[in-house]
């Protein structure tokens, strides 16, 4: 007999929006209760799940205000009395030479089991979004990442594959490495590789991943470990640690979501590889759009405003695109004029304003490309909590939320982190959507 579960099991950290989303999604699928919550919730909050996932905007501020965001989360969860925390991170491993992954996770090990001490994993695979590790190489598709289009990243270009290596650029930890020969043998020899590299001094480990079976190996073998960091796809392996425990039984009914109203919108800032087809994808299918440009005017307000005017004649017809994703030469002109920063900002800006204006114009289903967009896009329209769907593509589900630019009614949200999603994601969405309560 199953045991009523009074407490969430798991407590996740993830350092921005779409990719808190993600994790969301793979945690569904594996039958737990997941809330996804904007921000750190109210102190007083009790939340009824199997697993919490705080979205933060953590992955370009500072080092310093990442780590201070990240502890206070981790505070939170604490609190919650969860057995596991994990701290979620992209499966591109965006960040800089700097952090943020290196400078947060050093702060959780130290907080969790002292200054200097404990051991953890850094495996951000998802094979199922064609993430892989081999030789603590990171491989997109069957590029190594710094041959990928994350190389031109506009925040955090990526420009070394080997993890152990950047990693170790961002720790005061020794980084070592669980290879593939190791995963490949199972969680048994997995957990021998773990103790014979603590007792060599390290303290971090780069973990090989090639498949599914890999990431399930990897999960249990970190049943006992307080703190697992990684990207979403070890979500998938994790849940089953406590289902053996007899702690929670699949929930059949963890993805439900009430119907859909109200006109659809997509808003795009991402400029990866995968958002430029997609954009072109939508273009070629004759659906109305409104290329932003942020060099156009510097008053966001007045591009909101005439992108919300267009919208008024057009939503009501079917979906609609907004979007500043462009190709990698353009996007470095526009930081050159206006700094890497600014640029980023100002193009946030903008995008936010026109989510609100769509929102109060009656768009109540609204996919957002882009990890830095989203979090732009939740924060201005208030939404604090929520609820996890059916999944679209690999990494990103249906959800849904109530936001105060529309007197707390339900929207319908999918957070698209850039590179995720099928060429014709933003159509096929809501479509699927549509069909949710039609089968």
Not at 10 to 31: E, K, Q
Not at 95 to 112: F, K, R
């Amino acid at each position: 007999m199953i045991k009523p579960n009074l407490r969430p099991l798991l407590g996740c950290i993830a350092d921005d929006f779409t990719g808190a989303s993600d994790l969301a999604n793979n945690l569904v699928r594996a039958g737990m209760r997941t809330i996804q919550t904007i921000g750190i919730p109210a102190e007083s909050q009790k939340l009824n799940a199997d697993a919490i996932v705080i979205s933060l905007k953590s992955r370009t501020i500072s080092k310093h205000e990442a780590i201070k965001q990240s502890l206070q989360a981790y505070e939170w969860l604490k609190v919650q009395g969860v057995e596991q925390f994990y701290f979620k991170y992209c499966s591109t491993f965006d960040s800089t030479p700097q952090g943020n992954i290196g400078p947060v996770t050093e702060a959780l090990m130290d907080e969790i089991f002292g200054e200097g001490k404990g051991f953890t994993i850094v495996c951000p695979a998802f094979p199922e979004a064609k993430r892989t590790i081999f030789n603590g190489h990171l491989f997109v598709g069957n590029e190594l990442l710094s041959e990928s289009g994350m190389r031109n990243h506009p925040l955090t270009p990526m420009t070394d594959a080997n993890l152990v290596r950047v990693m170790q650029a961002q720790t005061q930890r020794v980084v070592g490495l669980v290879n593939y020969d190791s995963v490949r043998a199972g969680p048994d020899e997995i957990r021998a590789r773990f103790h014979a590299l603590q007792n060599q001094g390290i303290g971090i480990a780069v973990v090989d991943v090639t498949c599914n079976q890999d990431l399930e190996s990897i999960a249990l073998a970190t049943a006992d470990m307080p703190l697992v960091t990684a990207g979403s796809g070890l979500a998938i392996g994790l849940p089953n640690n406590w289902r053996i425990r007899g702690l929670f039984d699949l929930n059949d009914s963890s993805d439900m979501l009430p119907p859909a109203s109200g006109y659809q919108a997509v808003i795009s800032g991402s400029c990866s590889q995968a958002s430029n087809a997609q954009v072109r994808d939508f273009c070629q299918r004759g659906l109305p759009t409104f290329v932003i440009d942020p060099l156009a005017d510097v008053s966001h307000v007045n591009i909101a405003q005439q992108a919300i005017a267009l919208a008024e004649k057009h939503l009501k017809n079917g979906p609609m695109l907004f979007y500043t994703t462009s190709q990698p030469d353009i996007v470095k002109s526009i930081q050159e004029k206006l700094g890497v920063i600014k640029a980023s900002e100002h193009i946030e800006k903008i995008l936010a304003e026109i989510a609100k204006g769509l929102v109060q114009n009656g768009v109540r289903q609204l996919v957002v490309a882009g990890g830095e967009t989203s979090g732009a896009v939740v924060q201005a329209l208030g939404i604090k909590q929520m609820t996890i769907g059916p999944q679209i593509d690999s990494g990103v589900p249906w959800m849904s939320a109530s936001s105060p630019c529309c007197h707390d009614e339900t929207i319908h949200l999918a957070l698209k982190s850039g590179n995720f999603g099928s060429i014709d994601f933003f159509t096929k969405s809501f479509t699927q959507l549509s069909n949710l309560h039609h089968e």
